[in-house]
């Protein structure tokens, strides 16, 4: 049979299905939205993005650059429509969140290969197909992942930034600058809020003391067959960072490097920035300050950030909880269940963290599947590459420690090298010999 269900319509499921159906595979792809929603999205479109609007730095010497420079390679449709519905954000990589996810939607229902349905899939369908359900599995599903797995289904809560209208952000204290003058445009790609040490000292104190959302019960996790988790680390709350030291923040999320306050002068001793959210400009989100603090407390607390004392707030914050399955002991570098040669997991489900992660999964998944179909071995990409580092790190991680994972140069293998040498330069040596690594392999094995 010369078909795949994929499982999925977000990230990595939109991008499994297209690779998929550009090697004459048809495809039928489920989505459950609008059937049943999911607490964190907000539209029917596929590949929404619920979090931050930014797919992460374009800079070749960085790891999330590097892996995008990896998935041009490959040919991957997100990259490309990202591209085309990009906004000013310096050197990252951002989009209007709603024209992307229309674009991907497009371009996906256009497709000839490609059947679109919209509803549950509630159990693992017995043909070849890709998981790419996210982290917000149905419980249906997650009980059948669960009845797969043993036990070994786990999750963590993760937390999205609130979103205010641009024309309630006050410029007479706000500034447009970004870090080092890094911009094409003469203004800058973000506003700044600059604080002073005794305004950031209150605010300090607002968000340690302003009362929070309580998190469910572990209810359902015990229902699903899964095991609590914990913030992950990449996308912690801002209030529990500033739990973890009084400079905590000023050290990251409200760092004031790279950029000066025009009224005086000066590098301010802790800033909120915000970045453009859609392409009228008229939404921005505040980088950095996912939170689970109450609606009316995000509104108070929020407004004590120079420049936002009138801020409207679009979306606040809140929490959702992410589910991921145990990698290490499940899946193959390839993404094959270790049981099931035509059973691919895909996306955030898998242990990958970050936007570019689920595309590149869902790219890595659907290429194999497709190759399995026609007789061919999966492609188990060096782990010299970005792409190949990551599974193999979900694949091979120890499982006391498994914690989701974003592209970083960490989980490369080391570089010989015969002096000591910048970061920078690292960055450079590293993505060197990935792009060259990952064309010798294509050139063998494509």
Known sequence: MNEVIVIGGGLAGSEAAWQLAQRNVKVKLYEMRPVQSTGAHVTNDLAELVCSNSLGTNQPDRASGLLKNELRRLDSLLVECAEETALPAGAALAVDREAFARRVTEKIESNPNIELIREEVKEIPTQPVIVASGPLTSESLSKSIAALS???????????????????????????????????????????????????????????????????????????????????????????????????????????VGLRDPQTGHRPYAVAQLRQDNL????????????????????????????????????????????????????????????????????????????????????????????????????????????????????????????????????????????????????QTYAARANQTLENYLQENL
Do not use: W
């Open 150 to 256: 043993g036990d070994e289904h786990l999750f963590f809560f993760d937390a999205i930034s609130p979103i205010v209208r641009a024309e309630s952000i006050n410029m007479e204290i706000a500034f447009r600058a970004s870090r080092y003058d890094r911009s094409e445009q003469e203004e800058g790609d973000y506003i700044n809020c600059p604080f002073t040490k005794e305004q950031y000292y209150d605010f300090l104190n607002a968000l340690r003391t302003a009362e929070r959302i309580e998190l469910r019960s572990f209810e359902d996790a015990i229902k699903t067959g899964v095991k609590a988790g914990h913030f992950f680390e990449g996308c912690l709350p801002v209030e529990i960072i500033a739990e973890r030291g009084d400079e905590s923040l000023a050290y990251g999320p409200m760092r004031p």
């Open 280 to 427: 009228a400009g008229s939404l921005y989100n505040i980088v950095g300050f996912q939170t689970n603090l109450k609606f009316p407390e995000q509104r108070r607390v929020l407004r004590m950030i120079p420049g936002l004392e009138n801020a409207e707030f679009e979306r606040y914050g809140q929490m959702h909880r992410n589910t991921f399955i145990a990698s290490p002991k499940l899946l193959r570098p390839t993404l094959q269940h270790i049981t099931r040669d035509d059973l691919f997991f895909a996306g955030q489900i898998t242990g990958v963290e970050g936007y570019m992660g689920n595309i590149a999964t869902g790219l890595l998944a659907g290429i194999n599947a497709a190759r399995l179909l026609e007789n061919k071995t999966p492609l188990t990409l060096p782990q010299e590459t970005m792409l190949g580092s990551l599974c193999h790190y979900i694949t091979h991680a120890d499982l006391k420690d498994f914690q989701p994972m974003k592209a970083n140069f960490g989980i490369l293998p080391e570089l010989n090298l015969e002096k000591k040498i910048s970061k920078r330069e690292k960055g």
